[in-house]
């Protein structure tokens, strides 16, 4: 750690992080009577017609990192990882399913054995409901048939398929197949603010 002249700043709570996860720590924390510092060491994220590239966010690595990784054969690699104001969240797909409930006990995998949580499904299923509505999920209930049971429906609709080369309309009929199913995903999106459209339904996100 370096030696500073800056002043030293005091506070109840420091969340180091302004990304889902501190954002939403902070909101939580809001009406608690506690003097709250979130510290990010990154600046904001440029607006600029890139933010909405696949080329550039996931070929050209726009925004990334350039901070030393290495593998574990020690070859470096640029992680995606984002030290922006908003974090990783700033350039993502706004997919926010839940876990499953078999996702909290104990799975086997090629790589070995993952223990189980000390906390099960059940026990955070309300809090999934209320991120849920704090982030104005958009999904249909029912649709995924191996999603954990729900105390309340999803906040908004699902959010409709967009037309595409190989349209919705003619992949929906195909996974009619046993053991084949396709759902709308769960997601944050804002589709309106003000009366002004927010979502592009682009294939990464970045939302002031």
Same mark, same amino acid.
């Given at each position: 750690m370096q030696d500073t002249d800056a002043p030293t700043i005091t506070t109840d709570i420091a969340i180091v992080g302004s990304g889902m996860g501190g954002g939403t720590l902070a909101y939580a924390l809001r009406n608690r009577g506690a003097k709250i510092l979130i510290i990010e060491r990154g600046g904001y994220l440029p607006r600029e017609p890139e933010n909405w590239s696949p080329r550039e966010i996931f070929v050209a690595k726009r925004y990334r990192t350039t901070d030393p990784y290495f593998d574990g054969s020690g070859k470096p690699f640029r992680p995606s990882i984002y030290h922006v104001v908003g974090g990783c969240t700033k350039v993502y797909g706004a997919a926010?399913?839940? $876990?499953?409930?078999?996702?909290?006990?104990v799975l086997e995998s090629e790589e070995g054995v993952s223990p189980a949580w000390p906390v099960g499904y059940d026990e955070l299923e309300p809090y999934y409901a209320e991120a849920e509505r704090l982030f104005r999920v958009h999904g249909t209930a029912g649709t995924d048939p191996v999603e954990g049971p729900r105390s309340t429906?999803?906040?908004?609709?699902?959010?409709?398929?967009e037309p595409a080369p190989i349209t919705a309309t003619r992949v929906m009929p195909a996974t009619r197949a046993p053991r084949l199913n396709l759902f709308r995903r769960r997601f944050l999106v804002h $589709?309106?603010?003000d009366s002004r459209s927010v979502c592009k339904l682009a294939l990464v996100?970045?939302?002031?």
């Open positions: 926010l399913p839940r $876990f499953r409930r078999e996702d909290f006990g429906p999803f906040p908004f609709p699902a959010v409709p398929h $589709f309106l603010i996100c970045k939302i002031h």
